[in-house]
């Protein structure tokens, strides 16, 4: 595996974070009495993180970096198995819906809700409500002992849809929704008594300081009975819960994603595989392509789409076909980051991976099957068996750029080299460059920014740590600077990171 190279770490500033605070103030004027958890603000999937540990990262990274939210694994029992080493997709074969998880116990969770969201961090809980567990027999996290169809206190096979069959034809919209996946207990969402059941779980959750959703295994459940479910919830929360649906739709199958739109936002998957392919070239594809990607290609509404480079998911293979850059394609998966945070389309998810060998292969695990620790002696142990992403100086440095540059919609000053070098602003508020090729590019380039001095905060910015700028752009009074990147580099400035 390609590890991440040295200097990974940099922060973009509290100076930074307080003008893109100050910004997006004044786009939502609506009154929270919590802490400002605007969905427009990039979210971070901490991927098999510990509650604790995810506590932890919200108080010294993710709220000073500009992080808007947290999505967390599920935090409900869930099935335990020692003879497969553990694997990550226990996590997604509910048993009951105790809070009591690989994750951590229920109190760690509420502890984790309300520190994230005194950071100014929003959690969302990725909510496994299409099925529960499908092994004939076992005991969960939290010592419930079932069998198939039968999970004590919660449902009996009654309340499961009567295919209990592996799905078989995805152009049949009746078969992806009503048969199993991979063999999971597929529950009846039409019967009144099951949504009553998982409204009851959303809403314990929420009331715990939840502030939203991502709704798994979506396209398994009929768009109007997840309707119906999510309707009831926002019923009992008056106040915003964020919803976001996994809809896996290649466009080529019976269940759509704009089928969803009305429940909440969508996981736009082909716009990673867009944006990799282009970066790798496939078929053709390059740089100064992306121009005009968004819905136009066939992808969601910008303002109804969840977009990431790559996820658990893809990954590992799976959830359909396409190419996708990993954090072991090294530069290239940076670089198509720093893409996904400048470009105006959709909400940005950052993956925050572990270290794997085999696609089941779980968390970094004690024998007992407890995750192993992030945090150590108060500092976070990541670039090693944990990835942490998310930490990653250019990634991290485009936070703030996406939340300054945010109130711009379109792009401006578009440049490329017909290949895959580009470059493009956001009106006045900020400009990026990527070469995506192995020369050096040297160019000027035509912005809308302001005369002065600029960081570039891919490289880090001292209002953050307090040290030198370690690459300086200047714009001149027309508005342009000359730079020279070596061979896939950016370099991204905004006015948060004009320099005195």
Known sequence: MQNPKANLFSATGLAGLLVVLG???????????APDLTTARPLVHLFEW???????????????????????SPPQEHVILPDRGFPWWQRYQPVSYQLESRGGSRTELIDMVQRCRRAGVAIYADAVINHMAGFEAGVGSAGTEFTKYH??????????????QPITNYQDAVNVTQCELVG???????????QRTIVNYLNELANLGMAGFRIDAAKHIPS???????????????????????????????IRKQDYYANGQVIEFQYGQYVSEAFLGYNGQT??????LGESWGLAPSDQAVVFIDNHDKQRGHGGGGHYLT???????????????????????????????????????????????????????????????????????????????????????????????????????????????TETLT??????????????????????????????????????????????????????????
Do not use: K
């Open 287 to 292: 740089l100064a392509h992306l121009q005009t």
């Open 224 to 254: 109007e009975e997840l309707g119906q479910i999510l309707s009831q919830l926002r019923a009992r929360h008056p106040a915003d819960l964020y919803l976001y649906q996994e809809v896996i739709d290649p466009g080529t199958e019976a």
């Open 151 to 164: 999970y004590p206190g919660l449902y009996n096979p009654e309340d499961f849809n009567l295919c209990r």
């Open 184 to 194: 999971l207990a597929d529950l009846d969402t039409g019967s009144d008594r099951v």
């Open 23 to 33: 910004v997006l103030a004044g786009v939502n004027s609506r009154v929270h009495p």
């Open 327 to 437: 954090h072991r394609d090294g530069p290239l998966y940076t670089l198509a980051n720093v893409f996904m945070l400048a470009f105006p389309y959709g909400r940005p998810q950052v993956m925050s991976s572990y270290a794997f060998e085999d696609s089941d292969q779980g968390p970094p695990t004690n024998s007992d099957g407890t995750t192993r620790p992030i945090y150590q002696h108060g500092q976070a142990a990541c670039f090693g068996a944990w990835v942490c992403e998310h930490r990653w100086p250019a990634i991290a440095g485009m936070v703030a750029f996406r939340n300054i540059t945010q109130p711009v919609f379109e792009i401006t000053d578009w440049w490329s080299n017909g290949g895959h070098q580009i470059a493009f602003g956001r009106g006045t508020l900020g400009f990026v460059v990527i070469n995506g090729e």
């Open 50 to 72: 510990p509650w604790a540990d995810i506590a932890a990262e919200c108080e010294t990274f993710l709220g000073p970096q500009g992080y808007g939210a947290v999505q967390i």
């Open 443 to 500: 160019h000027t380039w035509q912005t809308q920014l302001s005369p002065g001095r600029y960081c570039n905060v891919l490289t880090g910015n001292p209002a953050a740590d307090g040290g030198s700028c370690q690459e300086m752009i200047t714009v001149d009074r027309a508005g342009q600077f000359t730079a020279t990147l070596e061979g896939l580099m950016a370099l991204a400035i905004h006015h948060g990171a004009r320099l005195p």
